[in-house]
């Protein structure tokens, strides 16, 4: 079992303590969303998860699969399975779109076959991305491109799930990807999750509003609060939080 557990996270930005002991627990399956105001921890616990090597764990653990990530590299937990979309992607001059995703994928199956094989052919490889950009409404041009640049806000947070579609994660957090987006963009971006949900993949999805759980409908909601989970509850808690707002509840 693919178990995603949190156990007492606690966590520092430039020596400011923002994590003050984050409980969680994410079975396979479940969509998981986390809310919450500016300055509550949020992405800092997405970048704590993945590695981001200037937010520091210093103390919990992150298990997955029985397995402490937090001692692993960033590279090696993408290897185990995670995946973090981020808020603000970054451009890669000189890269394409399809030979960054295609290197990736080398990666992924070199890690679970030993190092014994590559991707598949590029044939299917050119299938399968064709296939995901007509889920998320993108121009085949795109593949072309350098990775990010010149793109728009909501062009970079489509290639975030782009990646996310290629690579098949098995824990896959998304830190505010429907910031910036116009609501065609909002509706591509949720079908590229919807497509990949399952009973062996989990998801933690990190927003300020309730608009984008109308497209991606959550399991639990979670409000977080000065570094910690201060209120869990289901869907509707996104609702009662959209009405009332934070200080209410």
């Not at 044939?123 to 990775?147: C, D, P, V, W």
């Amino acid at each position: 079992m693919n178990e995603f557990i949190i156990k007492n996270l606690h966590a520092n930005v430039e020596g400011k303590e923002i994590l003050k002991g984050v409980n969680l627990t994410i079975k396979p399956g479940e969509i998981h969303a986390v809310m919450g105001p500016n300055g509550s921890g949020k992405s800092t616990l997405a970048n704590v998860i993945m590695g981001n090597p200037n937010y520091e764990a210093t103390k919990g653990e992150v298990l997955f699969n029985g397995k402490d990530i937090l001692k692993l590299e960033p590279d090696e937990r993408a290897k185990e399975g995670l995946f973090l979309g981020f808020q603000y992607p970054s451009a890669i001059s000189g890269i394409t779109v399809s030979s960054f995703i295609r290197t990736v994928l080398n990666s992924i199956s070199k890690k679970k076959t030993n190092g014994k094989a590559g991707v598949t052919s590029i044939t299917s490889f050119h299938k399968k991305l064709k296939e995901n950009m007509e889920i998320l409404g993108i121009n085949q041009q795109f593949a072309e491109r350098y990775l990010n640049e010149g793109f728009s806000g909501g062009e970079k947070k489509v290639m975030e799930i782009l990646q996310m579609l290629m690579f098949e994660p098995r824990f896959i957090m998304l830190d505010e990807i429907d910031s910036g987006l116009d609501i065609d963009a909002l509706k591509n971006v949720s079908n590229g999750v919807n497509a990949l949900k399952g009973k062996d993949r989990s998801f933690l999805i990190i927003t300020h509003y309730q608009r984008i759980l109308s497209y991606i409908v959550p399991d639990f909601v979670h409000i977080m609060k000065d570094g910690r989970i201060t209120k869990s509850g289901g869907k509707e808690l996104a609702h009662e939080l959209e009405q009332k707002g934070y200080k209410e509840l």
